[in-house]
């Protein structure tokens, strides 16, 4: 998988032996829309109120999802460790559906290769 403007490509079959690194790790902000949070809360059968509480941190004028402390690492709250994926998979941030084609990646390609085994890059 490729995008136009990035100087790697992904292989998302990669994902199935990763570990979940990109919902995993260092503790982030994995923002949302008021339309993905509708989504998230549709999909998870919560009224949105319930979902912004319970699932959801303010920071500045965005919301981003809460995380998880688990073993030392910070788990997006929606990380399944006995699935190794997103147990909102349907309903994902953009933010997540964007990985790894992010501008933050663009130059710092060794930083995400270390991340993530799925990056092809010469």
């Known amino acids: 998988m490729t995008q136009e403007g990035f100087s790697y490509a992904f292989d998302p079959s990669a994902c199935a032996s990763c570990g979940g690194n990109c919902c995993t790790g ?38 981003s999802l809460k995380e998880r402390l688990v073993n030392g690492s910070y788990d997006c709250a929606f990380f399944d460790r006995s699935q190794n994926g997103c147990s909102i998979y349907e309903a994902r941030p953009l933010q997540c559906r964007t990985f790894p084609f992010w501008d933050y990646f663009r130059h ?11 990056i092809i890059h010469d």
């Open 26 to 63: 260092e503790s982030g902000s994995i923002f949302v829309s008021v339309t993905e949070i509708a989504a998230i809360a549709k999909l998870l059968e919560m009224d949105e109120g319930e979902f912004r509480r319970t699932f959801l941190r303010k920071e500045g004028f965005r919301f």
């Open 108 to 118: 710092r390609i060794d930083e995400l290769k270390a991340e993530c085994p799925g």
